[in-house]
């Protein structure tokens, strides 16, 4: 099952502005993670920030994140054509002894010059 | 270090075949997990290995097996195959717990 919902679902910006997307988990989590997939490809690791960390910078990149409110937003700040892609939240939790991630429905995000 | 691959990387079977797909994970990594991507449902986590050993699965039928191989190498299997199993499988491997999984480019297999 999906660990959480993604908001919005779409997102079309011009090149240069900011974009922003956020993220509900329902479980308890280790870690929260962000991932990028262009055309259905394989997923790119961006950022991970730990339950204990509230915020995390990465170029571009900035996380917050709220275990209170079990959400998480992911920032891109002057968005270019190529960060057109699909952005997806998981959460890292530790089950079992293994590693585990549970995704959220991802935010298409669409850039245009 | 070279990415994660998977092996093939598209695939068309009928259903009722089985089919296996494979994984070599970033070297040094002992974990390795596999994924389920639809339109449908999402990504969704099938089983996760380290050191040969199932540490963790999902919530997927009996069909869905795998393992993994001492250098680390891992494959999945799925027998009996259903019109529903089309998707994209991927793999991705990491340190251990607590760590960002690095993703494989995917097999994408479609069943007719």
């Known amino acids: 099952s999906q660990q959480g919902e993604e908001d919005p679902q779409a997102l079309s910006i011009q090149e240069g502005e900011n974009a922003t997307m956020n993220c509900s988990y329902k479980t308890s989590i280790n870690n929260l993670q962000w991932y990028r997939q262009n055309s259905g490809r394989g997923l790119v690791h961006l950022i991970l920030?730990?339950?204990?960390?509230r915020e995390k910078h990465s170029g571009r990149l900035r996380v917050t994140l709220d275990t209170s409110k079990k959400s998480s937003s992911l920032l891109i700040t002057a968005s270019r054509a190529a960060d057109t892609a699909s952005y997806f939240c998981?959460?890292?939790?530790?089950?079992?002894?293994?590693?585990?991630?549970?995704f959220g429905t991802g935010t298409q995000l669409k850039v245009e010059l | 270090k070279a990415g994660v691959t998977q092996t093939p990387r598209y695939l068309i079977k009928t259903r009722g075949q089985q089919v296996t797909l494979s994984c070599s994970p970033i070297s040094g990594h002992r974990s390795v997990s596999w994924y389920q991507q639809t339109p449908g449902q999402g990504l969704q986590f099938l089983f996760e290995?380290?050191?040969?050993?199932?540490?963790n699965k999902g919530n997927f039928p009996g069909r869905f097996s795998g393992r993994q191989f001492s250098n680390s190498r891992s494959e999945m299997n799925v027998s009996t195959l259903e019109l529903g199993d089309s998707a994209l499988y991927l793999c991705a491997s990491s340190l251990g717990q607590t760590n960002e999984q690095f993703f494989g480019p995917g097999t994408r297999l479609t069943v007719l």
């Open positions: 920030i730990r339950s204990n960390e």
């Open positions: 290995y380290f050191s040969e050993t199932q540490r």
């Open positions: 998981a959460g890292g939790a530790v089950t079992g002894g293994g590693n585990k991630l549970t």
